[in-house]
């Protein structure tokens, strides 16, 4: 009944259809190594990634009042770029520490790979975290209502631990994009290019342990009812 009667169980059995497909798609790629077909097989990567991701959106809070509202509906929107924002950046936190690992050997054509990696994550890391902060602060009105509904309720006191940490993740960010990415690109010290890797390296997996840990606290939010304006004035 859950799986076939509900829309909780429709969206994940669409959830659990689109993993083997992504997979298949992935292992598909690793067998083709021409230009053309490799950006094919990443474009469909993307699609299917975002839609696993943002798919997510509709069995959390912000499925309940969709098509009541244009709010309701607005906030479905936000939560659905929250998550792919979100995604994004976490999610190419390691991947981006594996790869610099590689390049530590001061083997110079991996230098190279390292500066084009960083550079394409830092502009995936300033998008997502202007993403992040712009639906965070849409979907946190919305959900919670009020500031003292952040110190007086249960989700509230938990949502603003997992605010100090998305700022603890945002520092150590600003530091790599403003101070070690500009380290890695130039090229007049190549020691200090190096010395530039290894620390955004280390970086790149404390911003992922960092991550981590708001992730479980995501869930953690994800069953528990969060307190509206509306519900603090007298709802049930």
């Not at 699609?47 to 959390?60: E, K, M, T």
């Not at 249960?154 to 994009?177: C, E, P, S």
């Amino acid at each position: 009944m859950v799986l076939s009667e509900t829309d909780f169980g429709l969206i994940w059995g669409m959830r659990l259809g689109l993993m083997p497909v992504l997979a298949a798609v992935f292992l598909l790629l690793r067998s083709r190594f021409d230009h053309s077909g490799s950006r094919r097989g990443s474009s469909i990567v993307l699609v299917l990634g975002v839609s696993l991701v943002g798919s997510l959106a509709w069995a959390g809070h912000a499925a309940a009042n969709v098509g009541s509202d244009l709010k309701g509906n607005a906030h479905l929107v936000g939560d659905i770029l929250h998550l792919i924002a979100a995604a994004a950046w976490v999610g190419a936190l390691t991947p981006l520490a594996l790869l610099l690992n590689l390049s530590s050997d001061n083997f110079h054509p991996l230098l190279k790979i390292s500066r084009i990696a960083t550079l394409r994550f830092s502009t995936l890391g300033i998008v997502s975290v202007g993403t992040i902060l712009l639906t965070g602060l849409s979907n946190t009105w919305v959900l919670v209502g009020s500031i003292h509904a952040l110190t007086s309720t249960d989700y509230g006191r938990l949502l603003v631990v997992k605010l100090i940490l998305f700022v603890l993740m945002l520092g150590v960010a600003t530091f790599n994009r403003f101070k070690l990415t500009p380290l890695v690109v130039q090229d007049n010290d190549i020691s200090a290019a190096w010395e530039a890797v290894r620390r955004l390296r280390r970086n790149a997996l404390v911003e992922a342990g960092v991550g981590v840990l708001i992730l479980i606290i995501v869930a953690i939010l994800g069953t528990m009812s969060p307190v509206s304006e509306d519900v603090g004035n007298g709802g049930t």
